[in-house]
T-cell receptor
Framework: GAVVSQHPSRVICKSGTSVKIECRSLDFQATTMFWYRQFPKQSLMLMATSNEGSKATYEQGVEKDKFLINHASLTLSTLTVTSAHPEDSSFYIC??????????FGPGTRLLVL | DAKTTQPPSMDCAEGRAANLPCNHSTISGNEYVYWYRQIHSQGPQYIIHGLKNNETNEMASLIITEDRKSSTLILPHATLRDTAVYYCIVRVAGGNQGGKLIFGQGTELSVKP
């Protein structure tokens, strides 16, 4: 149990385009999901907290208009990177918090912006 | 949330126990200790968590000192597949933003044949 999926697993896009990443909790409902990104040889950095049915809360320094987060259901959150640039290339990882308060992570999405 | 301190790297022989330490001297009474690991290019995997009692599951054991200022994750019989970065995180449970995990640098465990 406690499986979280992400789609796509990797994506390559042109600079200036937008990319949507989906995060799904497959066997449990998650009122709270989190989005992280990770640059090579660095630790995970929390970007935002996403609560079902309400606006996301962004960490300091993360542009909310660039990283649009939608949490429309108890099993799905999406992250849209708008007008992507090469510096947005990174490994994006989501997690979903279970009712027992444990966070389970997705496998990650590798984004490459050319 | 309280900060944690972990050694940057450790080696362990295959088949032996791996003991990974974590210091969290500023932990509050309502903060849990969580352990995750991240194998290269994958999302972190939940291992175990505890509040003050020692915990054991199919993956590992968690030993928390009586004063809760430090803990040790024990992998009883390490295999090559346990090579990963191990993160010790303390956090408060509950609330809409409660429970967010702040990752440090972790311990890079290398299990060697």
């Amino acid at each position: 149990g406690a499986v979280v999926s992400q789609h796509p697993s990797r994506v390559i896009c042109k600079s200036g385009t937008s990319v949507k990443i989906e995060c799904r909790s497959l066997d449990f409902q998650a009122t709270t999901m989190f989005w992280y990104r990770q640059f090579p040889k660095q630790s995970l950095m929390l970007m935002a907290t996403s609560n079902e049915g309400s606006k996301a809360t962004y960490e300091q320094g993360v542009e909310k208009d660039k990283f649009l987060i939608n949490h429309a259901s108890l099993t799905l959150s999406t992250l849209t990177v708008t007008s992507a640039h090469p510096e947005d290339s990174s490994f994006y990882i989501c997690s979903a918090k279970s009712l027992q308060e444990t966070q389970y992570f997705g496998p990650g999405t590798r984004l490459l912006v050319l | 949330d309280a900060k944690t301190t972990q050694p940057p790297s450790m080696d362990c022989a295959e088949g032996r126990a791996a003991n990974l330490p974590c210091n969290h001297s500023t932990i509050s009474g309502n903060e849990y200790v969580y352990w995750y690991r991240q194998i290269h290019s994958q999302g972190p995997q939940y291992i175990i968590h505890g509040l003050k009692n020692n915990e054991t599951n199919e993956m590992a054991s968690l030993i928390i000192t009586e004063d809760r200022k430090s803990s040790t994750l024990i992998l009883p019989h390490a295999t090559l597949r346990d090579t990963a970065v191990y993160y010790c995180i303390v956090r408060v449970a509950g609330g809409n933003q409660g429970g967010k995990l702040i990752f440090g640098q972790g311990t890079e465990l290398s299990v060697k044949p």
